[in-house]
């Protein structure tokens, strides 16, 4: 007799066969809670997560209530790069997470004026222009911003819409909580999210 057996005989025997078998049964049901939960709960919360967009500042990219999976694993093995759409907890202490783009890397100076974002940093000391062919506005304002060695510019597409490092500030490292992966949903638009090209050669 295996295991198991032994063990529901023995429940039998204690409880009857009618409330035996019940709780034959709510045991096993416990056991494969666990069992899933103990393969669930880490991927959760130290591998993927859901995130459901919130507000506009990404159009015409990234649309309200779109369902994203987040990759927490990546940047703990690689630098991020510019481009990725990160989501992290902003600067200001709002208990809420922001959904952005990737403009300005760690030690990188930024520049914004006249519509055009530059960086400049050790490959390009006189500055290099973002090419920004998923977006179709100009970018207003003027920002010069220096980035220390933990921090990163983040710009949301819809730029007119958007609350990023233009108001909030750069954003520390620690505050990323991974980049955005998959879209779920829509399914006419589900897939992988890839940063774009920039044509920049470092």
Do not use: C
């Amino acid at each position: 007799m295996s295991f198991k057996e032994k063990k529901d005989s023995a429940i039998f025997q204690v409880f009857g066969a009618t409330l035996g078998g019940v709780v034959v049964f709510v045991l096993e049901v416990l056991q494969v809670v666990i069992i899933a939960a103990a393969i669930i709960i880490p991927i959760r919360y130290f591998l993927i997560q859901p995130f459901i967009v919130k507000g506009a500042s990404m159009e015409p990219n990234f649309q309200e209530n779109e369902y994203l999976i987040i990759d927490e694993l990546s940047y703990r093995f690689r630098d991020i790069s510019r481009g990725e759409i990160i989501v992290f907890e902003p600067p200001t202490g709002v208990d809420q997470y922001y959904i952005k783009r990737v403009i300005g890397l760690p030690g990188e100076t930024v520049e914004i004026k006249d519509g055009t974002i530059s960086v400049y940093n050790s490959e390009f000391p006189n500055g290099v222009a973002i090419d920004e062919e998923y977006i179709d506005e100009f970018t207003h304002g003027e920002e010069y911003v220096v980035l220390s060695d933990s921090e990163y510019f983040v710009m949301g597409d819809n730029r007119d819409m958007s609350l990023d490092s233009r108001a909030i500030g750069p954003i520390p490292q620690d505050n990323i909580v991974g980049r955005v992966w998959v879209r779920g949903l829509p399914f006419s638009k589900a897939g992988v999210i890839s940063a774009p090209d920039y044509d920049l050669t470092y």
